[in-house]
């Protein structure tokens, strides 16, 4: 097992731009959620899919979206990509147990540049 | 909102000493308390979870709801502990499991 796995490692996009991150789930989780990571910052919760459904959402604007398969693996879409944007972008999945979080694998990020 | 603070953005210790990781939280509810550590070119990794109530790597952490807080402890640092630790408490909502990131603790062992 791979564990989890983000495509591409790094993307530089120019402003106004729209990029789609890519992330694989540890096989058999069900669960995975988008964080992003600014320079000197913790990972900020982005969305979780569960089900090919948003369950839940951060604090992030509609220009932030995404999508799930019935694989489970997911995309992270952009859109309107502003100099903000620049971050480590990672992905982590899970299959948390009836009523309890479990433990989430991350993968290893995309490091998104935005010029 | 939930708010987690770790006060200490660089904490150095010499090889031997203790070691303590300083976390507040501001939750409602009870969350789930994880802390998580990425090691140098590794990628974020769960170090322990407080519903185990486990020692890990021969880290421990005390969840204490009277001060929310959820410090990690080790009594005596290693070389190899150098690292990114990350206090994670867990808002289960509408079914989700989000986890909530403080902005981290660079943990310096001096040999």
């Known amino acids: 097992d791979a564990g989890v796995t983000q495509s591409p490692t790094h993307l530089i996009k120019t402003r106004g731009q729209q990029v789609t991150l890519r992330c694989s789930p540890k096989s058999g989780h069900d669960t995975v959620s988008w964080y992003q990571q600014a320079l000197g910052q913790g990972p900020q919760f982005i969305f979780q899919?569960?089900?090919?459904?948003?369950?839940q959402r951060g604090n992030f604007p509609d220009r932030f979206s995404g999508h799930q398969f019935p694989n489970y693996s997911s995309e992270l879409n952009v859109n309107a990509l502003l100099l903000g944007d620049s971050a480590l972008y990672l992905c982590a999945s899970s299959k948390p147990l009836k009523g309890l979080n479990t433990e989430a694998f991350f993968g290893q990020g995309t490091r998104l540049t935005v010029v | 909102a939930q708010r987690v603070t770790q006060p200490e953005k660089l904490l150095s210790v010499f090889k031997g000493a203790p070691v303590e990781l300083k976390c507040n939280y501001s939750y409602s509810g009870s969350p789930e308390l994880f802390w998580y550590v990425q090691y140098s070119r590794q990628r974020l990794q769960l170090l322990l979870r407080?519903?185990s109530r486990e020692s890990i790597k021969g880290f421990t952490a005390d969840l204490n709801k009277g001060e929310t807080s959820f410090h990690l402890k080790k009594p005596f640092a290693q070389e190899e502990d150098s690292a990114m630790y990350y206090c994670a408490p867990s808002y289960s909502g509408a079914g989700s499991y989000q986890l909530t990131f403080g902005k981290g603790t660079k943990l310096s062992v001096i040999p």
């Open positions: 899919y569960y089900e090919e459904e948003e369950r």
């Open positions: 407080h519903i």
